[in-house]
């Protein structure tokens, strides 16, 4: 495991929480104004969204690359794949169900039926213009994993044949230049830049897997270099950049990701590498619990701020980006619990039944 990606990957889910208490503190109902500093400099937190989905496609390419080409190791690979995903998803959907009823002023509705229900829970992609939002109805923030269990599927084909993956790549391209904002939901969803971030990462795994390396003076310039052009990028976009082109910007920060993948794995492939137990990266192990569970403290956090504003006037920007940091802060704090004593357990039965029952079904075939 590269310990740098995983530091990485804290900041990443940083900025996309600080996006969150940005926006969230900026309504009306909670800060308003006095919140318009923090959310400014966090506008560009989405970005982190683009590092995700370069790391995804360069870790599960990277870690499953030996496995290609044999499709007897597909069962263990799904069921290692579900596992990953659902559980922690399904018990903050069910809390979060819990706070909607208890609190029914919530912004987020439960589903209206059934199967509206039953394909949140599973995953699948719904239409924004049926269900609202970003078609991820109550954990809004699940859009994201919609698209990483559609990776997982494409990636399958490549255990049962290498030559498979080229299936789904065609189709998204043949897709992306075809179809036209009027289309089925499901055109519009695979069509989506951020796939392309998984081909990326995809990709950068592979060519890792050759013989070929950059030297630790290279590695360092790659990873300087994604770390300018990522700030530039990111000043650039809150200042100038076309609200109507966020495909480019999305494909955009998707590159400059990817080098910086790529020099952070071959500068620890060149001797150097983070200690295990440096916050970030122990953040960065949480960061799927903090994805998840930020949007339900960061509300509960939120209302309390407001309340206090209420009472301690004037409120004013400095104090309200106080308010934020400590709240992005508590977020990370309660994330780094529950993976502890709530993602880690459960992970670790889950994996070692896995094991076992794979390792059962290989012996009996």
Same mark, same amino acid.
């Given at each position: 495991?590269?310990?740098?990606? =995983?530091?990485?990957?804290?900041? @990443?889910?940083?900025?996309?929480?600080?996006?969150?208490?940005?926006?969230?503190?900026?309504? /009306?109902?909670?800060?308003?104004?006095?919140? /318009?500093?923090?959310?400014?400099?966090?506008?560009?937190?989405?970005?982190?969204?683009?590092?995700?989905?370069?790391?995804?496609? !360069?870790?599960?390419?990277?870690?499953?690359?030996?496995? !290609?080409?044999?499709?007897?190791?597909?069962? @263990?690979?799904?069921?290692?794949?579900?596992?990953? %995903?659902?559980?922690?998803?399904?018990?903050?959907?069910?809390?979060?169900?819990?706070?909607? $009823?208890?609190?029914?002023?919530?912004? *987020?509705?439960?589903?209206?039926? @059934?199967?509206?229900? %039953?394909?949140?829970?599973?995953?699948?992609?719904?239409?924004?213009?049926?269900?609202?939002?970003?078609?991820?109805?109550?954990? !809004?923030?699940?859009?994201?994993?919609?698209?990483?269990?559609?990776?997982?599927?494409?990636?399958?084909?490549?255990?049962? =044949?290498? $030559?498979?993956?080229?299936?789904?790549?065609?189709?998204?391209?043949? *897709?992306?230049?075809?179809?036209?904002?009027? /289309?089925?939901?499901?055109?519009? !969803?695979?069509?989506?830049?951020?796939?392309?971030?998984?081909?990326?990462?995809?990709?950068?795994?592979?060519?890792?897997?050759?013989?070929?390396?950059?030297?630790?003076? =290279?590695?360092?310039?790659?990873?300087?270099?994604?770390?300018?052009?990522?700030?530039?990028?990111?000043?650039?976009?809150?200042?100038?950049?076309?609200?109507?082109?966020?495909?480019?910007?999305?494909?955009?920060?998707?590159?400059?990701?990817?080098?910086?993948?790529?020099?952070?794995?071959?500068?620890?492939?060149?001797?150097?590498?983070?200690?295990?137990?440096?916050?970030?990266?122990?953040?960065?192990?949480?960061?799927?619990?903090?994805?998840?569970?930020?949007?339900?403290?960061?509300?509960?956090?939120?209302?309390?701020?407001?309340?206090?504003?209420?009472?301690?006037?004037?409120?004013?920007?400095?104090?309200?980006?106080?308010?934020?940091?400590?709240?992005?802060?508590?977020?990370?704090?309660?994330?780094?619990?529950?993976?502890?004593?709530?993602?880690?357990?459960?992970?670790?039965?889950? *994996? =070692?039944?896995?094991?076992?029952?794979?390792?059962?079904?290989?012996?009996?075939?």
């Amino acid at each position: 495991m590269y310990l740098s990606l =995983q530091a990485c990957r804290a900041l @990443a889910a940083l900025m996309v929480v600080c996006l969150h208490v940005g926006a969230t503190l900026n309504r /009306d109902t909670y800060l308003g104004p006095a919140a /318009d500093l923090f959310r400014q400099l966090s506008s560009f937190g989405d970005a982190g969204v683009s590092f995700f989905f370069v790391l995804s496609g !360069f870790i599960v390419t990277r870690v499953h690359l030996p496995d !290609f080409n044999q499709p007897a190791r597909l069962p @263990a690979y799904l069921l290692k794949r579900v596992a990953r %995903i659902y559980p922690m998803y399904w018990l903050v959907f069910a809390m979060t169900c819990l706070s909607i $009823w208890l609190l029914p002023t919530s912004r *987020n509705p439960l589903p209206a039926d @059934a199967a509206t229900l %039953i394909k949140a829970l599973l995953l699948i992609p719904q239409d924004p213009a049926v269900v609202g939002g970003t078609g991820a109805p109550v954990v !809004f923030v699940a859009w994201t994993l919609q698209y990483e269990m559609v990776f997982y599927l494409a990636m399958a084909l490549a255990l049962i =044949q290498r $030559w498979l993956l080229l299936l789904p790549l065609g189709l998204i391209l043949l *897709n992306s230049l075809t179809h036209s904002a009027g /289309d089925h939901f499901i055109r519009n !969803f695979l069509s989506n830049d951020h796939i392309y971030l998984f081909v990326m990462g995809a990709g950068l795994a592979m060519l890792g897997s050759r013989s070929w390396r950059l030297s630790a003076t =290279q590695a360092r310039m790659a990873i300087t270099a994604a770390a300018l052009a990522f700030v530039a990028l990111a000043a650039w976009e809150d200042l100038t950049f076309p609200a109507n082109n966020r495909g480019l910007s999305v494909l955009l920060f998707g590159g400059i990701s990817t080098v910086g993948v790529l020099g952070l794995t071959h500068l620890e492939d060149a001797g150097w590498r983070p200690r295990p137990d440096h916050l970030l990266v122990r953040l960065g192990h949480a960061s799927y619990t903090l994805y998840l569970i930020h949007v339900a403290v960061m509300s509960v956090l939120g209302k309390m701020v407001s309340l206090l504003a209420q009472h301690a006037r004037p409120f004013g920007p400095a104090a309200a980006t106080t308010s934020a940091i400590l709240i992005v802060a508590a977020c990370a704090l309660v994330a780094l619990v529950v993976h502890r004593h709530v993602e880690q357990p459960i992970m670790r039965k889950l *994996n =070692q039944a896995i094991s076992r029952w794979t390792d059962t079904t290989a012996h009996r075939t």
